[in-house]
Nanobody
Framework: QVQLVESGGGLVQAGGSLRLSCAASTRIFSHNPMGWYRQAPGKQRELVATFITGGVTNIIDSVKGRFTISRDNAKNTVYLQMNSLKPEDTAVYYC?????????WGQGTQVTVSS
């Protein structure tokens, strides 16, 4: 029912920054989590960051201190600010939301970090 549209990916040199956006086509209530997964070549899809009810955020250790997740409930949008990017951050990034037991995924956006 809800559609998630991602933007902001691209090619950047190591040490650079990108800001990913994920906008929902319908209202996403604040109690519904929104966040980001990524899948690198030859790797399993992994959870990167989640914005949890009450404004609590979780970020995996490998990107802690470099990535920041934020959310604008009025715009039904979640963001991922990525700084000090490393080649190992290269992946397709997927945003998601959970409504009840239903997961919805964005189309994916490619992030490529060159050495």
């Amino acid at each position: 029912q809800v559609q998630l549209v991602e933007s902001g990916g691209g090619l950047v040199q190591a040490g650079g920054s990108l800001r990913l956006s994920c906008a929902a086509s319908t209202r996403i209530f604040s109690h519904n989590p929104m966040g980001w997964y990524r899948q690198a070549p030859g790797k399993q899809r992994e959870l990167v960051a989640t914005f949890i009810t009450g404004g609590v955020t979780n970020i995996i250790d490998s990107v802690k201190g470099r990535f920041t997740i934020s959310r604008d409930n009025a715009k039904n949008t979640v963001y991922l600010q990525m700084n000090s990017l490393k080649p190992e951050d290269t992946a397709v990034y997927y945003c998601y939301t959970i409504q009840g037991a239903q997961w919805t995924w964005g189309q994916g956006t490619q992030v490529t970090v060159s050495s």
